[in-house]
């Protein structure tokens, strides 16, 4: 945060939260790092106690924190008050300690190498890494006798800008007085933006310089544009507030099942992962869950979950919804979200590696145990359960799923459409299967050849690439040839411009975070069907995605712009 910004400048970055707000800038400010005029340890046991103090007193102030929070968000502090008495990390700062390092550079170094290893593991673990660099600033200014650093108390509503934010700081946040929060670094699936997301606060990350505002400039975003203005006119904030209250009307009016104004149906569906999202879900005007993510039971574990402890969550999550569909997908480790018990070996390329349904090569039994608890939960509950398999590539693995399922006594089975070779061969898979979902961000992922966990190549993953268009157009073109269902349960189903297009390339179901639906079902009750079939055909003829979307929303109603 060298040098400050105060003139009027617009900035750009990923919104991954849809909404507007405006606010003064509260800069989180950087950490105290270690104290410059320390000098060596000369008594190693001595010290070693008062890091010990000074962890436990971070671990009991996060798990404090932690009691005032949904059991998810509790869960992210727990996990890292308790990285906070690990045992290797207390040994390792020791060691440092007994080979005459002053306290903090034992601290800063010893959370710095660990932070370096779980870095190198990459994926979901490198994203810990966060928490532990959090751990850290809050451990040196325990041991400084400082303030402890992080989000500060407000007495105003404010736009938290940070560098970058740690999931246990972001858990905490109240969206009453954050308004907004912007992002220099990170990536939009990282931690901290599924959180903000959660929290329903506009966020944007990847926003370029936005560490150099001053503290208490104004500001004002616009998270579904990924926007932000320094320093607006007030005119410029008018029209964003004007913007903001019409939106607001249109989403209030907004309600029942998903069509479009001249009856063409898309049922609108909740993406969840975990017991809270459901029961939050179940309170919101939708109709079922189109993807469960079934593998929130399964990683940070020692072992996977029995068959008895997954029967019984699968049964209280199908029943918060009634006789409505629920669509569960069967585990999807691997990659970017490593099993502890289930030993991959070195994968040199882990998103090309043993994911989704291929973990079945080492792991059969974990697939035979989910599906059998499924069936179990199936017979104790009304809802209405589809079944499908994260990253199918062939038809041989669509037939070994779906034989399994059906033997579990499964009913509706599907597969998800997440790699060009199963949209290419939709029509084929549908000969076997019931049903398709598309994740589109396993798609852009694969068809662009990006890594979606690295936000510098967010452009090239944006699901309006028109690669990324024509893998959809080819595999709805394949389901509607077979007769049977595809949905969209990526997160391009939740851009209400997006969801348009699908409709008009055939798609019959969008599935999306809960948040989000209410702006898609208005513009699809402000569209036709023939509209939104003019825009995918140009969507689809477009050379870039920039090109594409403008082309859309050209041809979208005057009605829907405030939605966008
Ligand atoms: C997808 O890839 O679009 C998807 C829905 O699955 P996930 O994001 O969990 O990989
Ligand atoms: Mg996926």
Redesign the pocket.
């Given at each position: 945060m060298g040098k400050t910004m105060t003139e009027h400048i617009t900035l750009s970055g990923i919104g991954v939260s849809s909404g507007i707000a405006c606010g003064k800038a509260a800069l989180i400010h950087p950490a105290p790092g270690r104290d410059p005029d320390e000098l060596p340890s000369v008594d190693p046991v001595a010290d070693g106690e008062r890091v010990r103090a000074a962890l436990a007193l971070v671990s009991a102030s996060l798990l404090k924190r932690a009691e005032k929070l949904s059991e998810e968000s509790a869960s992210i502090l727990t996990a890292t008050a308790q990285l906070a008495l690990d045992r290797g990390l207390i040994k390792a700062i020791d060691k440092k300690l007994g080979k005459g390092q002053g306290i903090t550079q034992a601290v800063d170094e010893a959370l710095e190498e660990y932070a370096q290893m779980l870095k190198n593991l990459g994926g979901y673990m490198a994203e810990r890494a966060t928490d532990l660099y959090d751990l850290r600033d809050r451990t040196l200014c325990a041991l400084r006798g400082l303030p402890d650093c992080g989000i500060p108390e407000f007495t105003e509503a404010v736009i938290l800008v940070a560098h970058d934010l740690a999931p246990a700081e972001t858990a905490t946040l109240d969206p009453e007085t954050v308004r907004g929060i912007l992002i220099e670094e990170g990536g939009p699936t990282s931690h901290t933006a599924i959180l903000a997301a959660q929290l329903g606060i506009p966020t944007i990350v990847h926003v370029k310089r936005i560490c150099e505002v001053t503290e208490g400039e104004m500001l004002a975003l616009d998270a579904t544009a990924g926007k932000v203005i320094v320093s607006p006119s007030a005119e410029e904030i008018e029209k964003l507030k004007e913007r903001a209250q019409q939106r607001e009307k249109m989403l209030t009016n907004s309600s029942g099942e998903g069509a479009t104004c001249d009856g063409y149906r898309v049922k609108l569906l909740a993406?969840i992962g975990t017991l809270d999202d459901a029961q939050r879900a179940a309170q919101c005007d939708l109709e079922g869950v189109g993807?469960f993510?079934t593998e929130f039971l399964f990683l940070d574990r020692a072992e996977a979950p029995s068959l008895n402890e997954q029967i019984a969550s699968y049964t209280q999550i199908l029943s918060a919804f009634g006789e409505s569909r629920v669509v569960v997908r069967t585990l999807?480790a691997g990659a970017d979200k490593p099993l502890n018990f289930a030993d991959l070996g070195r994968e040199a390329n882990p998103a090309l590696g043993r994911r989704g349904l291929r973990l079945c090569q080492v792991r059969e039994d974990l697939l035979d145990t989910q599906l059998a608890a499924l069936a179990a939960a199936q017979e104790n509950t009304q809802a209405q359960l589809w079944v499908m398999a994260?990253m199918v590539s062939t038809c041989e693995e669509a037939e070994c799923f779906a034989t399994k399922a059906r033997n579990a006594g499964l009913k509706k089975i599907g597969v998800?459409i997440?790699v060009p070779a199963a949209a290419i061969c939709a029509r084929q898979l549908l000969e076997i299967v019931d049903f398709a979902s598309i994740?589109?961000?396993?798609?852009a992922q694969y068809t662009m050849a990006a890594d979606r966990t690295d936000g510098e190549l967010a452009p090239l993953l944006n699901p309006w690439q028109p690669a990324v268009l024509q893998m959809m157009k080819i595999a709805c073109e394949g389901a509607q040839a077979s007769g049977k269902p595809i949905g969209v349960?990526?997160?391009a189903g939740g851009d209400p411009l997006l969801a348009l297009v699908l409709t008009g390339l055939g798609i019959t179901s969008l599935s999306m975070a809960p948040s989000k639906i209410k702006a898609v079902r208005a513009a699809l009750s402000l569209s036709d069907f023939t509209t939104c079939q003019q825009m995918a055909a140009l969507a689809l003829k477009a050379s870039s995605a920039q090109e594409a979307r403008v082309s859309v929303h050209k041809l979208a109603s005057p009605a829907i712009l405030p939605l966008l």
């Open positions: 993406n993807l993510r999807d994260p998800m997440e994740g589109t961000n396993d798609l349960c990526g997160e």
